[in-house]
């Protein structure tokens, strides 16, 4: 099997992507959005490691069933986020 050739100049805009994508965290970090600033900042999160993994882990070039995996372990991080969740907001504080 032959590995993808993957030229510097893809590397380079993923580069400068990841770091409009820092600045622009930076940059709301600054104003109040209330309930939004989570929401924003978790979306900005979830595009940057979508970045790094279909591109510096060469993701985007393999089978499906490498898809699949990482589908696995997204799906499996989202059900242990929404444990830890649920424990938290059912527990009696005070």
Known sequence: ?????ISP???AKTF???LVLTA????LA???LREFNVVIEIGIAVAK???IVAIFM?????????????AVGVGWFLILLSLSLSDYFTRAWG
């Open 24 to 27: 622009l965290t930076t940059f």
């Open 9 to 11: 100049l893809t590397y």
């Open 16 to 18: 400068g992507g990841l």
């Open 58 to 70: 060469h993701a985007r070039h393999e089978f499906k069933l490498i898809w699949v995996i990482i």
């Open 49 to 51: 490691a979508s970045l």
């Open 30 to 32: 600054f104003f109040d």
């Open 1 to 5: 099997m032959t590995e993808p050739v």
